[in-house]
């Protein structure tokens, strides 16, 4: 069983949900660069950095960032900087760089050049994530949308191969033509560091994880946890499809996480935070506002059921007590006891092995972030990692 | 004069190339090909009907041929297809299929910039040519409003801001039947469906605008009109100008008060369409 901490470097400081939706119709592509503060951001890097290097310190087994691009969201427009930052200031932990929006360079053997260079930087501990970008990163870089999933199953290819085939060759796609790909340096895990490709639930994408022996990091911020059980299903299915034995490491779950004494103290001290990241940073992409989702990006079908899926939450019930609301969306807010029972559950109903937690969210400060880091990696993790193992073992499911 | 063309429209599926291409036919007169916009007109965001007020007039003094360009209505594009040359060709050949020998060629907005291409390529084709707020040329440094960030939907709200960019009259009749804010699943499909297919050409930088087609103008000796509304938010007038400047053989056209979709906004236009049409075309009533 595996526990990352996952980073997602958010700009905490903007104005507060309902006056921020009253002034912008999103947090990225159009939200202007003039709200970004450079003096103020540099305690933030430096204070991000401390916390993922914190979680080392307190047992994480990996390390995760990621890219994105011109949006308060995630400050993080090159990953690989802050995971090179990564390879000097630990030792033990798993850099998962989820990922590179490998369509987004060109050519794409930039992407097998600096995560071959972090791999090899770090003794081996890359992960290397290798995503098709976001909606509105199509915008953003201008990228026709049209060709999104040709172009980064080609690009993928391109990298893969680069790690894996003795240089010089040539490279002859649709997309990319490479008379000498030849990237130095080439990684130190062999074949090649493990590829993880984070999803919302394509049927597509979780097959094809599957068929090429690649990690599903399933994201479930944005809906209710069993969204995120249909995908796990899928995810069996297209295991058992494909051929292969089943690994749960490489079924993740990105999900948010707060610990806090008790479930009343939890809820109370994320929902602020919470709310400002579901309601200010991911405004954009899911909410009421607009979405930045461009055409072709996915199918017609694919987004007309998008748009009805967040109608629905936008204008369905909302439990009026705080603790359901709460564990409607984000079930692991609460006390170490709650926590643990649910998460312990919930990875054991699914043959999750890999728990990717954002235990900074929104404008979560210092003091609580690193608290409530220390209640899960204390009271938590070696509860959850013991009965999970214990359970795969016993199903089987252990990596040999 | 009131026609009926609406009983006597034919839409058919056929095979071009071994790509199928949905095609409203109906009218009586020799044939005109109308190619479609991206917003407010056959085949965009009308569901149920592939007949409009536009079309129906011209209907009355023509055999108007109105297929769904590539990603609109059921239309899928030559295999593999990635450029402008390919789309043209598909064309032509749609015309071959049909037994069309030449044609008076109508387009609107995306439809306009594929058929400058058409008769930039194929003027054999072509007898003469109305180009209705037409995309395509490049001018540098011109602020055009981006029009895929102004169509992204919202997840309430509706489409307030694509209407608005498209019609002089965002409230009007015609904008809201276009885009209306409770827009079935249906209708949704066939929008987005048809974004899709002009995001494959247009999407390339900058949208909608080819320096190629722009620099190739001169070219174009068929007669042309180029019909500006005055209130077009989406194209700048200096385009329009580009296009008249450019071109030997092509007049401006402007009609006051009206937006991006013209034949939508201001189905009357079918006259002026007619009249250029008559003077260069025999057989008119």
Redesign the interface.
Known sequence: MNFFFFHLMPWPNLAPPREFLAEHEAAW??LSNAEYDPVAGQDLYRRYLDELVYAEELGFDGLVVNEHHQNAYGLMPSPNLVAAALTQRTERAKICVLGNAVTLYNPPTRVAEEMAMLDVMSGGRLIAGLVVGGGPEY?SY?V???EARPRFKEALDLVVKAWTTPGPFAYDGDYYHLPYVNPWPRPLQQPHPPVWIPGLGSPSTIEFCADKGFGYMGVAYYAPPETFGRQAQAYHAAVAAAGRPYDPELLGWLTTIYVAETDDRAVEEAAPHMAYFQANLAAGF???????????YI???A??QF?DD??AQ??GPRPSDPREAMAARSPLVGSPETVRQRLADYVKRHKIGTVLGLLQFGSLPADLTARSMRLYAEEVIPYVRKEADEHFAREGLMRP | MTVDVAARLDRSTLDVGGAEVTVARGGEGDPLLYLHGLCGDVHSSFPGTDWTPFLGRLGANFDVVAPALPGYNGSAGPAGFDDVEDYVFHLADLLEVLDIESVCLVGHSFGAWMAAELALRRPDLVEAMVLLSPLGVRVRGLAVPPFFGAVAPRGIGGFAEARQLLFADPEGEAARRALPDDMGREHQLLWFGGLQGAARLGWAAPHFQSPVLTRRLRRIDVPTLVVRGGADRLVPDQMAEVWVRSMPEAQLHEVPGVGHCLPAERPEVAADVEGFLGEFHGGLP
């Open positions: 592509v159009t915008y201008n026709n949308p049209t899911v909410g009421a506002g607009k979405v930045w989702m461009p055409p072709g199918d017609p079908p987004l007309v748009l967040l109608r936008a204008e």
